[in-house]
């Protein structure tokens, strides 16, 4: 029998894979609870919004994670997003720079849905790595 730490855990893996790399933006109604409290986009609109603006930006995108923490209804991620700067990214024409930056969420999920979410990205790497020269 799961624990409900391995049930989070695997509750918010499928979303990482379902929202962030198969870019299904719908599947917010299936993961996050109805009162989801966004720390960082600031609502589940928000949330849609940055990520569209990430796969119009880098559409070869893709999450890994690279190691999960997990304690009562916590779960913390440590991730890398990769990817090709092919479109337009906050006014910033495409460079066709590889992008490879770290990225911290944090989940708190309740009843085998994610009640809330707060997410920090390295925006000086990603940024040093669109902005830069490649000869």
């Known amino acids: 029998m799961k624990t409900t730490v391995q049930q989070n855990i695997e509750t918010v893996t499928a979303f990482i894979e379902a929202f962030w790399n198969r870019s299904d933006f ?52 440590r991730m890398t997003v990769k990817g090709t700067h092919q479109g337009v990214f906050f006014g910033h024409a495409p460079t066709g720079n590889p992008i490879d930056v770290t990225l911290y969420r944090q989940y708190r999920v309740e009843d085998g849905k994610i009640a809330e979410h707060r997410g920090w990205i390295d925006m000086i790497t990603l940024w040093s790595q669109i902005k830069r020269d490649i000869a």
Do not use: N
């Not at 849609?48 to 603006?53: H, I, N, S, V, Y």
């Open 26 to 77: 719908d599947c917010v109604d299936d993961f996050l609870s109805a009162d989801y409290q966004e720390h960082s986009y600031q609502s589940k609109e928000g949330l849609k919004q940055f990520a569209g603006k990430i796969l119009e930006a880098f559409p070869d995108k893709r999450y890994s994670v690279e190691e999960i923490i997990a304690q009562e209804e916590k779960v913390l991620v």
